[in-house]
């Protein structure tokens, strides 16, 4: 039994770990100025898709739900948080302390949006919250394209479709947020990656992670020993709705103007692609994939037209490679081969 | 008590209910009355009346099809009845659903197993500890101390569970990669996890080797004897059934045709004529 424990921890552990080294050693990069100027204006980009990609993890890997409208979150907590920063410029004058008031905010509101959506769909079976969570991005984004938000003496105002508000426009319609102070940092980002696998690391591994996961392996067996269906499933997606709009925030603080636009479909389809080329259920995978898959159409520009070619290349090579039974039973091999020295070593280290 | 005691009769109804005599005088676990269900027309049961008292094990048994699955479906509210009220220990169900009714004391295995096969064998029975000890959802991600020391508890309980059926050493593995008949009684170990009153086997013995069923049988009655429960259980191999159970149903086409003693259905032609077939001249 302590193996299983122990087990896990090194699991952690090792995610933990390799975010870690990963911050640590391209944090040094771009000090020493190392990295390319398009690759350092990637970093911000890649630590909220790490997150929008360990949260969509929780809902379709962990509670077993598929998610097309995870995008939809993101914006909400991206333009909730562009208001806050614009607003509360004077009120806190730190960036920082703007920055986390900004997320705490931004993510209260992506989930209650995660509630409102949640609520009626989760009580469903079978693709009904797919659909409904496609839909729900789609009219998000419709909805942001003609809001208009703006501010006069410490006062916001809010409407649709009617530019002509008092003051200084903070959400201009279809150009979206305007004059957003850059805030965004690499370190917050790392330590809004590190939040996040905190709180699904050690949700996965608590009461409620393992109700959640009995409701992904057999619904009926879950609600004959007294899990409700609803509940957990809800608990699921509004964490990760929470995240996502914190990922936007992160996300929107790191350029100057943010539209509507830029949480497209696309976006959720390709947070979802992170999620399936990581691994469902994996949490380092969603990491590994999130980073690499973000940088790699950067890496990719010397092939100029040709890019998004190759890119499609590389997604289907490691589809097939991570469906290899092959490459799986080698893996597998390998990794038995490591444990057994490990616990021989333990054994070792006993006697 | 003597409120209750008007609410929920002690004389056993119908009066054909049999009743271990330990059991008379409180109130039955399960008073199942008229229940019938249709689908579509069709009608699966009817008028299926019975009492199971609070240390009886009962057995349920009928030829293929005869709809004894469906009584537990209906018992655990995974369909609702058409027709009749079930009591379980003296509540009414009507409103209740599948987790309310588990909550309410009954916990069931399935005919074909349904174990969380990606989980370990501890997860398996911890998840059955779900609603008996609690912590929050935020005790979980700040791993508070409540959270170390609940989890201490289950831990040490999911063990204690595994070790009635000597499963303790295969806390750790996968649930799905288990033999079958380590799953069986990993699922009867999960269900009691939930701490029931009565506890529904669904074909417990089934692709068991005779050896484990005599295995099984002995950890019915120690199960019973210790948790003081009530158990039903579905079942062909009728070494089990007449060796453990107290008191049988006879389904046959959604309608109980006996009810006795062991000794009663062995002797009961029409028992004899549904379930076995028609006795030939020279048949032992």
């Keep these: 039994m302590k193996k299983k424990t122990s087990k896990e921890f090194i699991n952690n552990a090792v995610t933990y770990l390799l975010v870690i080294a990963a911050f640590l050693i391209v944090n040094t990069m771009k000090e020493a100025g190392m990295l390319t100027r398009s690759l350092t204006g990637q970093l911000i980009p890649i630590c909220a898709y790490i997150v929008m990609a360990i949260s969509l993890n929780l809902v379709v890997g962990i509670s077993g739900e598929l998610s097309l409208g995870h995008a ?63 839909a729900f991005g789609e009219i998000i984004r419709n909805v942001i394209n003609c809001l208009y938000v ?48 905190i709180v699904v690391l050690n949700l996965m591994n608590s009461r409620n992670g393992r109700a959640m996961m009995a409701l992904r392996d057999n619904r009926i ?21 929470v995240l996502a709009g914190m990922a936007g925030v992160l996300y929107a603080m790191n350029y100057s103007t943010i539209t509507a636009g830029k949480f497209k479909f696309d976006t959720s389809i390709l947070v979802l692609v992170f999620v399936v080329l990581g691994g469902i259920g994996n949490i380092r995978g969603s990491i590994i994939a999130a980073a690499i898959l973000t940088i790699l159409p ?54 | 008590m003597s409120e209750r005691k008007q609410r929920t009769p002690m004389v056993p109804f119908p009066s054909d209910a049999i009743i271990p005599e330990r059991d008379l005088g409180t109130r039955p676990v399960l008073d199942a009355r008229h229940l019938g269900v249709e689908f579509g027309g069709l009608k699966a049961v009817d008028d299926f009346n019975l009492i199971i008292g609070r240390t009886e094990i009962a057995g349920l048994i009928g030829p293929n ?60 029975v911890k998840i059955g500890l779900h609603n008996k000890m609690k912590y929050s959802m935020a005790t979980g991600i700040l791993r508070l101390p409540a959270y170390w020391k609940t989890e201490k508890l289950m831990h040490e309980k999911a063990l204690e569970l595994l ?8 806390a750790g593995a996968i649930a799905g990669s288990l033999p079958y008949g380590a799953q069986r009684r990993l699922e009867i170990v999960r269900a009691l996890a939930t701490g029931p009153k009565l506890l529904l086997l669904d074909e417990p013995a089934a692709g068991m080797n005779p050896a484990e069923t005599s295995e099984l049988m002995e950890n019915i009655l120690k199960i019973r004897d210790t948790f003081q429960i009530a158990v039903m259980l579905i079942e062909h191999d009728m070494h089990l059934v007449m060796g453990i159970c107290e008191g049988i ?36």
Excluded: C
């Excluded at chain 1, 957003?180 to 980002?189: A, C, D, E, L, P």
């Excluded at chain 2, 389904?251 to 028992?271: D, F, H, M």
């Design chain 1, 221 to 241: 067996a879950a609600e004959s020993v007294g899990i409700g269906v609803t509940k957990y499933k809800l608990m699921a997606f509004v964490t990760a709705s």
């Design chain 2, 163 to 170: 070790s009635i059926f000597d499963m303790q050493d295969m």
């Design chain 1, 72 to 134: 939809g979150f993101m914006s909400v907590g991206a333009f909730t948080g562009a208001v806050v920063t614009a607003s509360m410029a004077a009120a806190i004058p730190d960036p920082t302390v703007r920055m986390i008031m900004a997320m705490i905010i931004g993510g209260i509101a992506a989930g209650i949006m995660g509630v409102i959506v949640g609520v009626p769909v989760l009580r469903l079976q079978g693709d009904y919250l797919a659909i409904v969570t496609l």
């Design chain 1, 298 to 351: 950067e890496l990719l520009r010397s092939f100029n037209d040709y890019r998004m070619l190759v890119y499609a290349i590389v997604l289907i090579l490691v589809m097939l490679a991570t469906n290899n039974e092959h490459l799986k039973q080698w893996g597998s091999a390998f990794k038995r081969r490591l444990f057994s020295r490990h616990k021989a070593m333990k054994g070792g280290a006993e006697e």
């Design chain 2, 65 to 124: 099809g005869a709809g004894k699955t469906t009584i537990f479906n209906l018992i655990t509210k995974v369909y609702s009845p058409t027709t009749g009220t079930i009591l379980i220990d003296g509540k009414d169900t009507a409103n209740m659903n599948t987790i309310q009714v588990n909550k309410a004391g009954i916990a069931r295995t399935f005919q074909n197993i349904r174990l969380f096969g990606k989980m370990s064998v501890e997860d398996n």
């Design chain 2, 249 to 284: 149903a006879v389904l046959n086409y959604g309608s109980i045709i006996a009810k006795g003693t062991p000794e009663q259905i062995q002797s009961n032609p029409a028992v004899i004529e549904a379930y076995l077939g028609k006795r030939k001249e020279g048949d032992a």
């Design chain 1, 150 to 197: 703006s501010m006069d003496e410490g006062r916001l105002f809010i409407s649709f479709n009617d530019p002509s508000l008092p003051g200084k426009l903070l959400i201009n319609g279809p150009q979206g947020a305007l004059g957003i102070s850059k805030i965004s940092t690499f370190v917050m980002g790392f330590a809004l990656i590190i939040f996040t696998l």
